[in-house]
């Protein structure tokens, strides 16, 4: 029994994106070969936009012509606005919140 809400647990961790925020990310694409490691990074990206409350529709991407215009050799590959902000390994939600904030 929670009082005064005191020890009730918080539905649905949305924080508010900022509205900059918002503003600078345009485009979000995931790359990958279709291998396990790729849809789990899909999925990471996923949860980290929404919990953020960013609206922006994220494109996946495995046609190896189109990812090699990127110059990346390894993937999952994490694209913002047209940059590689991430390559060869899978991100945690909270690790992709972390780029996001930082990519402009």
Not at 1 to 15: I, N, Q, V, Y
Not at 29 to 40: E, I, S, W
Request: hydrophobic residues 45%; aromatic residues 4%; positive net charge.
């Amino acid at each position: 029994m929670a009082l005064f809400d005191f020890m009730k647990k918080s539905e649905g961790k949305k924080r508010p994106a900022d509205k900059a925020l918002i503003a600078g990310i345009k485009s979000v694409k995931v790359l990958g070969a279709g291998c396990k490691n790729c849809h789990r990074q899909l999925e990471n990206v996923r949860k980290a936009l929404e919990v953020m409350s960013i609206p922006v529709e994220v494109e996946y991407i495995t046609d190896m012509a189109k990812i090699a215009e990127y110059g990346v050799m390894s993937m999952p590959v994490i694209v913002v606005n047209e940059k590689v902000v991430s390559q060869g390994r899978v991100l945690k939600p909270s690790e992709v919140g972390k780029l996001l904030t930082e990519a402009k």
